[in-house]
Structures are given as structure tokens and as C-alpha cells.
């Protein structure tokens, strides 16, 4: 078994959405196809990865580095007991990379390396949330907890579309909720928040997300109006790499804090551990596998918040896909985001993944089954073509 | 004034050397002309720029992200009070781009806003240092301390090769030196080191480099044995994030600590200043501006480290080449480094530039003078053709 070609292709976001740092209508995606020798019902079987959402396709990288060197490879060298061996994979397209700098390096091997699970799968013919239970020594979950994201500024906005949106998801079958704030003043936020509870009913229904905005004293005067209402959770309040800044909020902030989506790898994951002051049974990590190195390094990531006190169920990773449903499922998280009126065509599940009681459940389709999501499935086909 | 076009190559790096991580044989550079309609002596004022050594090329989001944005913006929003607005560059540049994820992104955007520092001085018919120190509130210096870094380990080695490596440097000028460490056992590391001691006399002229190889036993294994030669300095121990290890060798190596230079942004540095040991008067910072987002940045990054109570003596800027000497000296940084036989066409300096009595004085051609390096010239030639 070898790999026949590798392909990417950058696949803009759909929708002019933004929160308080950025417009998302620049945003692109890469989107992977590993080519095998291998020949089912007549065709070849293809892996498929994306690098999840909110950050920008990488195929500079990925063409001039990442997969130059997994064609050069000695085949014999990437596989393992099962299919193809992930963690080899990893390391054969870093060759040469020196330690440090974990950002955009880290979402172009992200997609890479899960379009190597999603080949493992669907070369036992499993979906993917089994082929990574077992490599992780766990028993895949049938279901995942599941919230909404949304709330995000528009161009024409007003607190009842924002109520609207928010009824609109518990129709849907959602019982949890986030909305952004930081993108107006807190008086308004604050408006935009209490509509929010007007539709969701409780504080502990609802998280909000600054991405990254605040510096100590807003994040402060947000935290004074917000910690009586028992939100959810408080997300991304200030840089994400400001692990001091983070330890001074949780200090002085008694709800559960939420961060870690704009961390790319172990490195960056420890200092948070080390020096942020993060809460073990209260906070929440967001860290990503499409935007970190791909599953391989994500597993060290979950191995070593294991290792400083907190439960694997405190971690609700950054990206709601399909992707990340088989990563949440198979290695027991706490839960998935869905956005579902955003990020099209890679945000959101296949119509087989039945969402209710707050709860989505994978279907059964071998690999992450990106196939079986409508509009996606031109992109793939286009990909692989 | 307006820019015309913005154009960008990569070119390899030239020789097989490597370290205790990498080979750097793959490496390579992005160059970047930024072309303006300034016509002096018949031909437009065009501004180069480069993204240091050690890395890679950025090609992709150079040409996906930054230059779009700047080619799109409003001409007269990127102006200053004298010639371009090297921060409006650089916040137009990474427009819609989130925080965190200081990477590959750090060094496309390096190569680019230094380009328009060489277009600035151009444009004041000065050398870059000039207009530099002027940016800063400073009075440039007229000549920079300078070392040899070399030491690499090659395919074929041997102790009398390194030992007559140094003494070439001396020939050529230097009195203090740097090898690399941690490619070879510590027994044989320490022979290298003893024989690098031998060409140069004192251990005060000798700083070793384990590229961010070492855990805490293999660091303290080798500062154990190291402490008593009193070396310059004892670089990038542990891996670049990990400042927990670093503080731990810090509290236990009594010697100079240098690092930083797998550090490319404010926020990262905010992190080693709080959290890695750092002690002001003795350790060492190699933050590039190359690699961190351009000389905006760097310069919030040295005002960082002042106002943590180092002087802005202990910064001695990875890679070596004409547009660091011109940060050294305009900003009155500690000193550069020099690679006198390797990272051609990049590394090294021009043949006006006087090195002598461990000094290096740069000379006065407008900009950084990267016209006036034969062996990169025709790159440049290339990309304004």
C-alpha cells in the first residue's frame, strides 16, 4: 500500500459574518486528499482532512514543504500495524522544521495528517470516531454534547434577530448556546446578553466569547456585569498567549473560564497549564487538531491536561465539523460547537448526524463521512477528480 | 507616492551544514521588492527585504494574505509624516488575521515590512540605520560587536577542522565565537569544546548552542561540565517554549543563559519574560526581526524587555546579515552575529563593511545596502527585472 498523490485546494468560507477582532469573509480552508493504490468498488481509496475553521488555507505551505516530503518518503516508512501510521506521518512532513513558531506550520499539517485518519478508517471500513477510540486506548462515545455558536455582529443586527436566532436553534434541538461579545460596548453587550437569556432561559445555557478583545480592567468590567448571571462559560478574554493576563482574571473571576482555540501545540498547551490559572473541575479547554499538527500531537495535548489534574471532559475543542464530532466521540471530551448558519461548507454536520436534547450522534459512514455533507461533497469530488 | 507592485522569490540557502535539530540544506529565504512610482536617476526607488535565516521561504502567505491587502488599501493610508507608515503596513498587512499563532506568518510578514524600512531610508537617501535610529528616539551607534557563529556539525568533521574554522575567524577579525552543541555525544561535544577553547583562548569568547535540543538532566549534564570553562553563553537549551525548563536551568546554571530567537512575537516574549528565569544583567535575547512580524514589532519587543529591567544590551539578534547590523547599530542593541562561511547569499555583510577588533562598522550605502553584497545582488536584480 502507498500513497499515490497528495492534492490540497483552498475553499473560501461562505457568509460575511465577524466578532470583535476580525471578519470571517476573508477566511479560507484547505482541504486535503490523500490518493491510495488501493482499489475499492473500483476506485481508489482517498482520505480527506481540512484544517477546521477560522484561520486561513495553507497551501504554501503544504505545497512547498509539508507534501513534498510525504511523496519523497520511503512508503514502507509511513505505515503501520493498521493502514497508515499517523505519528510517522507527522514527523516526515516536519523534517527539518525547527522547534517553535506553532501557527499557520500547524494548521497546514493539521489538515494533512486527518486526511490519514480518514484513510485508516475507511481502510477498515469503520467510521472514524472507532479508528480513534482504539489507536487512543478508548471506548468511542454514541453521542456528544452539543452547543450552538452564534451570535455573531452583522452587518443589520438588532437583539430580536439575535433572540430569533437563538429560538431557532432550540427547535433545532439545542439546549446550549454562546454568542460574542466585546464587538460593542458593554452596555449593548450586555443587552445582547439578556436577550440571549430571554430565549435560553438560564446562565448556565449561555457562554459568551470575546475572542482575545480584553485587556485586564474591561475583562474585569464584563466579568462584575456577567458572574451573577452563571454563564456557561467566559471565552477568550484576552490574548490568547497572555497566560499571565489569564491567571490574573481567573483570580478574580468566579465562573468557569473558557480558552485555548489560538493554541497550536503541546508547547503553547503546557505554559497555559503552567501559568494561566486555570481552574481543574471549572474551566474549559478549546484546543483544535485541524489548526494543531493534526490527532497525533491533539493526543499529547488531551495526555498532558490529564497529567496536570483536569478531566478529558473539560475539553470542548474550537471547530464544530464533522471532523472534530469523531474526535470528541472516539476520545470521550466533553463536547462539540456547531454553528449552524455559519462557516458553510465545512461548519456542521451530515443530515444522517441526529441532533436532539442537546446531544448530536455520528452516523455510520466510514471515515469522518464528509461525503454524506451535501456541500461539501462537490468540493471533494473536485479535489480528487 | 504609491506603491506599484510588490513582488516576492524564495531563494535557497547554499551549503549542507546542520545543527543538533535540522539540516539546513532545504531552507530557504523570501526576498521581497517593494516597487514605488519614485523615479530617481531614471529607474523607480525600490525597497528589499528578507525574512532572516534558519526557517523557510513564505511564499504562499506572502502571496495568498499580506501583499493582497496592501495592494488593495488606500495608497495614502500607508504614508507617514516621512515616507511609508511601517506600523500602518504592517496592521494592513494582517488584516482579518487573528491573535495567537506566531509563526510562519511572523516571518511572511518580516521580509515584507522591512523592505519598507530599506524603502524609507532610500527614500531619505540615508543608510537604514539613520532612519532607524531616528524611529527610536536614538543616536545610532557607529560600529556593532560582532561574533562568528559557526561550529556546525558537517558530514565530515573532525576537531582539528573546527579548531582551524575558529582560527580563521580570528584571521578574519573576530574575537568571539559560538559553536553548536548537542549534535554529538557529551563526551565528544566537550572535546569540540575544549578545542574550540584552544584557538580562542578564554572561555569568555566561547558561547555554545544546543538548538532547543536538551531536556533538564542532558541540560544540566552538560552545564555541569560546562559551568567551570566560564563561557560567553549557553544558548536555547530546551525547547523554546518550554520557560518552566528554563527557569528550572536558570535556578541551577550559574553561567549566561541566551535565547529568543524562536520567540517572533510581543506576546511570546511577554511569556519568557514573565515565566522562563531570565536574570537582567547576565542573560541574553536573540529575537529577529525578520521572523517576528518586521521591526515594528521588534521594537515593541525591546521596549518589553526594558520595561522588564533588561537593557536593551543583552539583545543580540539571531542572523546574521545586513539588515540586522542596521538594527544593531541604529537601535543600539548588545551585537551581531556573523556566519562567515555559511546561509550565503543571505548571511554576512557587504565588503565595505570594516570587520576588525571583534567590531563590525556598517557602510553607508541608502538602505540596508544589500545592493552592495555581490553574491545577492543578481537576487535582486532578478525580482525588480
Not at 172 to 177: L, P, Q
Request: glycine content about 12%; charged content about 20%.
Amino acid at each position: 500500500m502507498k500513497i499515490v498523490d497528495i492534492r490540497q485546494i483552498s475553499v473560501p468560507l461562505e457568509g460575511a459574518v465577524s466578532n470583535a477582532v476580525v471578519s470571517f469573509a476573508e477566511h479560507d480552508v484547505s482541504l486535503v486528499a490523500v490518493i491510495t493504490d488501493v482499489i475499492r468498488a473500483g476506485k481508489p481509496v482517498v482520505g480527506y482532512g481540512f484544517n477546521s475553521i477560522g484561520r486561513f488555507a495553507q497551501s504554501g505551505i503544504l505545497r512547498d514543504r509539508l507534501i513534498p516530503r510525504l511523496l519523497s518518503a520511503d512508503p514502507a516508512s509511513l505505515l503501520g500495524a493498521q493502514g497508515f501510521d499517523c505519528e510517522a506521518v507527522a514527523r516526515t512532513a516536519l523534517r527539518n522544521e525547527k522547534p517553535g513558531g506553532h501557527g499557520d506550520r500547524a494548521a497546514a499539517l493539521g489538515a494533512l495528517e486527518l486526511a490519514f485518519w480518514d484513510l485508516n478508517a475507511k481502510l477498515a471500513d469503520e467510521p472514524a470516531y472507532a479508528t480513534i477510540g482504539r489507536a487512543f486506548g478508548r471506548t468511542p462515545s454514541d453521542k456528544a454534547a452539543v452547543y450552538a455558536a452564534g451570535g455573531y455582529y452583522y452587518p443589520e443586527d438588532g437583539l430580536d434577530r439575535l433572540k430569533a436566532e437563538l429560538e431557532g436553534y432550540i427547535a433545532a434541538g439545542f439546549d446550549a448556546f454562546k454568542i460574542k461579545i466585546g464587538g460593542a460596548s458593554l452596555a449593548d453587550d450586555m443587552k445582547r446578553i439578556q436577550a440571549a437569556l430571554q430565549a435560553c432561559g438560564t446562565g448556565a445555557r449561555l457562554a459568551v466569547d470575546a475572542n482575545g478583545r480584553f485587556d485586564f480592567d474591561t475583562a474585569m468590567a464584563y466579568g462584575r456585569e456577567i458572574e451573577p448571571l452563571g454563564l456557561r462559560w467566559y471565552e477568550e478574554i484576552g490574548d490568547p498567549l497572555d497566560y499571565a493576563l489569564n491567571a490574573k482574571i481567573s483570580a478574580n473571576y468566579a465562573g468557569a473560564i473558557a480558552t485555548g482555540e489560538n493554541l497550536f501545540s503541546t508547547a503553547d498547551v503546557r505554559n497555559l497549564l503552567n501559568f494561566a490559572g486555570m481552574r481543574p473541575g471549572k474551566d474549559i479547554f478549546q484546543m483544535d487538531a485541524g489548526l494543531s499538527y493534526g490527532l497525533t500531537e491533539f493526543g499529547r495535548i488531551i495526555a498532558l491536561m490529564e497529567a496536570h489534574g483536569f478531566d478529558r471532559a473539560a475539553s470542548y475543542p474550537h471547530g464544530g465539523h464533522l471532523i472534530n464530532l469523531h474526535i470528541v466521540t472516539g476520545m470521550n471530551l466533553g463536547g462539540c460547537e456547531a454553528y449552524p448558519t455559519v462557516f458553510q461548507p465545512f461548519g456542521g454536520y451530515s443530515p444522517q448526524c441526529e441532533i436532539g436534547g442537546g446531544f448530536i450522534r455520528p452516523a455510520d459512514h466510514p471515515g469522518f463521512g464528509l461525503e454524506a455533507k451535501p456541500n461539501l461533497k462537490p468540493h471533494l469530488d473536485k479535489i480528487s477528480a
